[in-house]
C-alpha cells in the first residue's frame, strides 16, 4: 500500500515564495505519474500540476504556468510544487495524488493514491 503525506504548507505573502513536498512510502514505488490538486469549499478538485515518473514530464494549469514547476526526484520517492509569486486566489488545501497506469494526468478521478492534503494561505 502506497502512502503520500504533503508538506511544506503554510502561510505565504502575495509574491513571496513557497515549496510543497509529497512523500511516498510503501514497499514499491513505481508510479505512472504524479500530479498536484487543489480544492477549496464547497468546489470540485483542480488539477495544478502533474508529472511523468520515469521521464519527468511535466504539465502545468494555464492559471499557474509560469509561477509554480513540479518536479520529482525519483531516490527520495518525493514529488515538490515550488510556488514562486503567489497569488491570494491560490489559497486553497493543496493535495498530491499518484496513477499507476498510462494516461491523463489533470483528472482526479484516474488516481489510486492521495495525500491527505496541505493548507496553502497567500496572504499580506
Known amino acids: 500500500q502506497v502512502q503520500l503525506v504533503e508538506s511544506g504548507g503554510g502561510l505565504v505573502q502575495p509574491g513571496g515564495s513557497l515549496r510543497l513536498s509529497c512523500a511516498a512510502s510503501?514497499?514499491?514505488?513505481?508510479?505512472?505519474?504524479m500530479g498536484w490538486f487543489r480544492q477549496a469549499p464547497g468546489k470540485e478538485r483542480e488539477f495544478v500540476a502533474g508529472?511523468?515518473?520515469?521521464?519527468?514530464?511535466?504539465i502545468h494549469a494555464d492559471s499557474v504556468k509560469g509561477r509554480f514547476t513540479v518536479s520529482r526526484d525519483r531516490a527520495k520517492n518525493t514529488m515538490y510544487l515550488q510556488m514562486n509569486s503567489p497569488k491570494p486566489e491560490d489559497t486553497d488545501v493543496y493535495y498530491c495524488?499518484?496513477?499507476?497506469?498510462?494516461?491523463?494526468?489533470?483528472?482526479?478521478?484516474?488516481?489510486?493514491?492521495w495525500g491527505q492534503g496541505t493548507q496553502v494561505t497567500v496572504s499580506s
Open positions: 508529472i511523468t515518473w520515469t521521464f519527468g514530464s511535466t
Open positions: 510503501g514497499r514499491t514505488f513505481t508510479p505512472y505519474g
Open positions: 495524488a499518484a496513477r499507476k497506469r498510462s494516461g491523463n494526468l489533470h483528472t482526479p478521478d484516474n488516481y489510486d493514491y
